[in-house]
């Protein structure tokens, strides 16, 4: 194992201290292992809380600021947040119009989640949690009851987000967030598997010929394993599974290929360039994109393609100005 690191216990406590210098719009409690913005609440805002585990970077940390979210709970390398960490995030962003938590669907992720909503109601703070689930690659999984959170939670980020910069009530943030999870689909390929910096060796077996279809952003299994193939037969695959799922002709579409960590810029825009290709034969018109790493699973080579049907309103949503470490515009 190769890695930019001085020792694996002490990765994700020195890249929050990374993050810490880099970012001054930030405030990193390194401590308590809670980004939030610089400045605490607004007054009369709906909060915006999410969290997860290490090693998925810019995901969930690189999102916070305006426009998106107002805290993020790092974990440790693939393992949930605390509640106690969760907790804190709500407290230090409750603006006295509650919280709303954005939590991907893994089991850790839900039950802390669910404890630290109930803590914070005895102290008065008005949580309401969001669960997304928009992969469509498998229905259980080794970390989850029914579908995984995935590509999804970028989208639920920014455009509740913009909702709640908006002075929109609880409810309102709530019923978007969830509108947008509804209208999203994700699915995942892998290349090559991941490596945590406390293991020191690939988290699956995956021979250099074969890739796996549908894989989880920790590495879980997917739908197949099957050979190594040009990416125009890799995207058919991808689409033609979101599409079965969610039928995407005569839709304006929100489209993000991102990267699992290790893959090339050039390689994602060829893959993105096969996406608009087969997408465009089904009837469905591209209105917004984003290429690149914006929800990683450590090292792993591969893609992930997250659609979501638009509607005026959410394009507006999404087009408002955010100003984030990993995603900026309008300001």
Sequence with gaps: MKKLINAPDDVVVEALGGIKAAHPSLDVDVEAKVITRAGGATAGKVGLVSGGGSGHEPLHGGFVGFGMLDAACPGEVFTSPVPDQMLIATQKVDGGAGVLHIVKNYTGDVLNFQMAA?????????????????????????????????????????????????????????????????????????????????????GFDLPNDEIELGVGIHGEPGRERGPMRPVAEIAEVTVDAIDDDMSLSGSELLVMVNGMGATPLVELYVAFNDVARILSAKGATIARSLVGNYITSLDMAGLSVTVLRLTPDLTRLWDAPVETPALRWGR
């Design 118 to 202: 109930e803590l914070a109601g005895d102290e008065g703070i008005e949580v309401v949690p969001v669960v997304i689930n928009d992969d469509v690659a498998v229905q259980d999984s080794l970390y989850t009851a029914g579908r995984r959170g995935t590509g999804a939670t970028v989208f639920v980020e920014k455009i509740a987000g913009a909702a709640a910069e908006q002075q929109l009530d609880l409810k309102s943030v709530a019923d978007v967030a969830r509108e947008v999870n509804e209208r999203s689909r994700s699915f995942g390929v892998a290349l090559t598997a991941c490596t945590t910096p406390a293991v020191g060796t690939p």
